[in-house]
């Protein structure tokens, strides 16, 4: 890789998780007494653009602005994607029904979606967050990434840059504590490698704003359950795969 495009990739990296953690920074001196207008309190809201709007910002610095958007949309939207998201979905509602029968769990839905309003406005809205994160994270930043310094160092840098990233909504918002972090981290990580491989594979950031938007759905059993989940959907795929190479 161009040593400036890794610069450039690394200055995107950092401007990414500072200017985010400046849209938290008014609540966490809120909730340590220091009294903040709430206008400023309310930037909070933009922590999921700031990405995007970085992404916008540097492609257009460096006159690829062109060249980003249509990377988000190289490839027509195929139904294997569409059906990889719905049995990935199916695969994530039995899973949570299957957890809340065996925890005896049986508000875990209703809890998470009291009514169908619920539901679509959710799911709304979940999905142009997901759309907004994808453009960047996987569509800009992996996209760059994976041209030059290949695939398994681009979806590990991506992941563990994402899973940083979302520390702050973590801790400040979410008051998660460090054994609780932690497991986020570990699943944002591996949701990242999923993300990452099907958007490199299918080259549409819609269908893959569909899967991450599912992923949030669909997978609302305790995330610890989760993470051992995909740990063993990645087990079978390497084993899978590796029956079929000695094939």
């Known amino acids: ?91 994530g509602l039995a899973f949570s029904f299957l957890y809340s029968l065996i925890a005896k769990e049986q508000n875990l839905f209703t809890d998470n979606y009291p009514t169908f309003f619920s539901i679509i406005a959710g799911s709304a809205y979940l999905f142009v967050t997901a759309l907004a994160e994808e453009s960047a994270w996987r569509g800009y930043l992996l996209n760059k990434l994976s041209d030059g310094k290949g695939t398994p160092f681009a979806l590990i840098y991506t992941g563990i840059a994402w899973a940083v990233w979302h520390i702050p ?44 938007m599912l992923f949030n759905i669909c997978f609302i059993a305790p995330v610890q359950y989760n993470v051992g989940l995909l740990c063993l959907a990645a087990a079978t795929v390497l084993v899978v795969a590796a029956k079929k190479k000695r094939c």
């Not at 400040?172 to 958007?199: D, M, Q």
Request: positive net charge; hydrophobic residues 55%; contains cysteine.
């Open 169 to 212: 909504m973590w801790t400040i918002r979410n008051s998660l504590g460090i054994g609780e972090t932690a497991i986020y981290f570990i699943w944002t990580v591996l949701l990242s490698f999923v993300l990452g491989k099907f958007f490199l594979t299918y080259k549409n950031v819609i269908t893959t704003a569909l899967l991450h």
């Open 1 to 91: 890789m161009n040593k400036n495009i890794f610069v450039r990739i690394v200055l995107w990296t950092i401007s990414v998780w500072a200017f985010s953690f400046v849209c938290y920074l008014p609540m966490l001196l809120e909730q340590n007494g220091i009294g903040v207008p709430p206008i400023l309190t309310a930037a909070k809201y933009l922590f999921v653009v700031v990405p995007f709007v970085i992404s916008v910002v540097f492609s257009s610095a460096h006159s690829e602005f062109k060249k980003w958007l249509t990377g988000l949309f190289a490839e027509k939207i195929k139904l294997k994607s569409l059906a990889f998201c719905a049995v990935t979905g199916a695969i």
